[in-house]
Structure formats: structure tokens, C-alpha cells
């Protein structure tokens, strides 16, 4: 531990941030997944076919989340009190403004998917459009999941990402 005592949440050299993420990812899925929505993890493709960079922004999507679009959600993990945010009075909106929305958003226009960039702190605070995506978008048009399952996923996701915890 450091003298600031922020070592553990910040550090990039143990792979903490990336377990956090993939445990986010994992968690989304499986939500989808009992929800029937048949989603699929880090999917290749969903920019279209004309898109040869072989990027995967969505690390989980959801082909049939509307009836002509579907869905999906890039999950990142970000540290507060790195550096490299300090200075940021919103870190989370910051990070999903200049590193998801303005680099992969515009991809999105032509594809058949809708982008939604979920940012989380190690302390467990999310961007406001993760917080719409797991609260509004939490119900699914074709009435599979609900609001409740919303707030449980988003309640779930802030766990995984402050602590240990695994559903």
C-alpha cells in the first residue's frame, strides 16, 4: 500500500482494473443471457462488413435488443484518483466522452447496432448513460426483462467492481 493509500484500486501492473472488467463483462452476459436475449460476448463484425479494422467495441451485444437495432455495450474500468484523472471533475463522463463515444460512436451510425458505453470507477460509480442503459434500457422492448432487473444488474455490476464479489 501506499503512502496515499489508493495503490490497490489504481494499480495496472496486477491486472485488478482488467479482472474488474472482464467480471463486468461476464456479468452482463450472463444477465442477457437468463433474460433470453441471447447475447454474444466481444462480437467481431458489429461495425458491418465494410469495417476491416477487426475492432470489437461491444463487450457484449445484443443483436435483437429493438426491432430493427441491436445493442451494444462496452464496458471499461476506470481508477478516480490515477493520474491521469485527477484533474477531471467527472472522470466516468470524461473517459466514456473522449475514450468510447467520440472513438467508436460515429462507427456505429451505419451498423446495426446501437453503442452504449458503460464507464465504472474502482469505487463503483458509473457514467450516466451506463446508469440509463442498466435502468432504462434494463426493460427490454419485448417486455423479457424489467426495471427491477435493471437496478439488480446495476447493483451487481457496483459490487463486482468495488470488492471481491461474483454472482
Same mark, same amino acid.
Given at each position: 500500500?501506499?503512502?496515499?493509500?489508493?495503490?490497490?484500486? &489504481?494499480?495496472? @501492473?496486477?491486472?485488478?482494473?482488467?479482472?474488474?472488467?472482464?467480471?463486468?463483462?461476464? #456479468?452482463?452476459? @450472463?444477465?442477457?443471457?437468463?433474460? +433470453?436475449?441471447?447475447?454474444?460476448?466481444?462480437? !467481431?463484425?458489429? !461495425?458491418?462488413?465494410?469495417?476491416?479494422?477487426?475492432?470489437?467495441?461491444?463487450? =457484449?451485444?445484443? @443483436?435483437?435488443?429493438?426491432?430493427?437495432?441491436? +445493442?451494444?455495450?462496452?464496458?471499461?474500468?476506470? &481508477?478516480?484518483?490515477?493520474?491521469?484523472? +485527477?484533474?477531471? %471533475?467527472? %472522470?466516468?463522463?470524461?473517459?466514456?466522452?473522449?475514450?468510447?463515444?467520440?472513438?467508436?460512436?460515429?462507427?456505429?451510425?451505419?451498423?446495426?447496432?446501437?453503442?452504449?458505453?458503460?464507464? $465504472?470507477?474502482?469505487?463503483?460509480?458509473?457514467? @450516466?448513460?451506463?446508469?440509463?442503459? $442498466?435502468?432504462?434500457?434494463?426493460?427490454? %422492448?419485448?417486455? =423479457? &426483462?424489467?426495471?427491477? +432487473?435493471?437496478?439488480? !444488474? #446495476? !447493483?451487481?455490476?457496483?459490487?463486482?467492481?468495488?470488492?471481491?464479489?461474483?454472482?
Amino acid at each position: 500500500m501506499d503512502i496515499y493509500g489508493d495503490h490497490s484500486v &489504481c494499480c495496472s @501492473k496486477t491486472g485488478d482494473r482488467i479482472t474488474r472488467h472482464n467480471r463486468l463483462r461476464n #456479468l452482463i452476459f @450472463k444477465i442477457a443471457d437468463i433474460g +433470453l436475449l441471447s447475447p454474444e460476448m466481444e462480437k !467481431l463484425g458489429l !461495425l458491418g462488413e465494410t469495417d476491416r479494422s477487426r475492432r470489437r467495441p461491444g463487450d =457484449v451485444s445484443i @443483436k435483437n435488443w429493438t426491432l430493427r437495432r441491436g +445493442l451494444a455495450i462496452d464496458v471499461a474500468v476506470i &481508477c478516480p484518483v490515477a493520474p491521469s484523472h +485527477l484533474n477531471t %471533475p467527472d %472522470p466516468c463522463e470524461s473517459y466514456a466522452l473522449h475514450q468510447k463515444t467520440e472513438r467508436y460512436a460515429p462507427a456505429f451510425v451505419h451498423s446495426d447496432y446501437d453503442f452504449a458505453p458503460v464507464v $465504472f470507477e474502482t469505487s463503483g460509480a458509473v457514467n @450516466k448513460e451506463g446508469d440509463q442503459t $442498466f435502468k432504462e434500457r434494463g426493460t427490454h %422492448p419485448h417486455g =423479457v &426483462c424489467s426495471p427491477l +432487473l435493471g437496478a439488480f !444488474l #446495476l !447493483l451487481c455490476s457496483r459490487l463486482c467492481c468495488a470488492t471481491d464479489f461474483e454472482p
